[in-house]
């Protein structure tokens, strides 16, 4: 199955500064990404969905300026946590959609990044 | 979003039972995914089922689908402490054109030695 490598993960930053995480794919080319938050003892929200060159489509609720998505390339896409809030402290999770999602391939996740910011 | 909910929302059984983990959902699908997520970690790819199937086996897991009644569920049998973590399903919508896939509750298994 597909690569992907998440970086950093795990980052303590202070309330007001931003935060870059990233998502690269080691293996193919991903023109579609997608990234998640998770609280403690939660499931997966879905935040956006990620698309080489074009902007990314967000979710209801998701703050577009808040969260800086980046997919300048086939095989990085970047997450911006922009004026980071001790609110904003969860677990972020990015995953890549496989080549041929319409069949029997699951989809492949970053081992996810711990933010906190205090 | 998320799409909809797992029961139990926590499991505990000892080393050698069987486990077995119940999702509903919402929507039409186009296929329904469980995944293992170990805490602190990504989430791992177990199987996936798609809506026209109703039963899979994949070594000692065995997942189920029942659209009529939306709902699916993942057996574990024999289980291993190894097997603690959270399971969680998740869903294609039917059509979609991104792919997006929408995470249930998940459950909580503890497996005892």
């Known amino acids: 199955g597909a690569v992907v490598s998440q970086h950093p993960s795990w980052v303590i930053c202070k309330s007001g500064t931003s935060v870059k995480i990233e998502c690269r794919s080691l293996?193919?080319?991903?023109?579609?990404m997608f990234w998640y938050r998770q609280f403690p003892k939660q499931s997966l929200m879905l935040m956006a969905t990620?698309?080489?060159?074009?902007?990314?489509?967000?979710e209801q609720g998701v703050e577009k300026d808040k969260f800086l998505i980046n997919h300048a390339s086939l095989t990085l896409s970047t997450l911006t946590v922009t004026s980071a809030h001790p609110e904003d402290s969860s677990f972020y999770i990015c995953?890549?959609?496989?080549?041929?999602?319409?069949?029997?391939?699951?989809?492949?996740f970053g081992s996810g990044t711990r933010l906190t910011v205090v | 979003s998320q799409q909809g909910e797992e029961d139990p929302q926590a499991l505990s059984i000892q080393e050698g039972e069987n486990a077995t983990m119940n999702c509903s959902y919402k929507?039409?699908?186009?296929?329904l995914q469980w995944y293992r997520q170990n805490s602190g970690r990504g989430l791992v790819h177990l199987i996936l089922?798609?809506?026209?199937?109703r039963e899979k086996h994949s070594g000692r897991l065995r997942v189920t689908l029942d659209t009529s009644k939306k709902s699916s569920s993942l057996l574990i049998t024999a289980s291993r402490a190894a097997d603690t973590a959270s399971y969680f399903c998740?869903?294609?919508?039917?059509?979609?054109?991104?792919?997006?896939?929408?995470f249930g509750r998940g459950t909580q298994l503890t497996v005892w030695p």
């Open positions: 998740a869903t294609v919508d039917r059509g979609s054109t991104l792919g997006r896939l929408y």
């Open positions: 089922i798609r809506s026209n199937e």
């Open positions: 929507t039409s699908i186009n296929n």
């Open positions: 995953s890549l959609m496989p080549r041929h999602w319409g069949s029997n391939y699951g989809y492949t």
């Open positions: 990620s698309n080489e060159g074009s902007k990314a489509t967000y």
């Open positions: 293996d193919f080319q991903a023109t579609t």
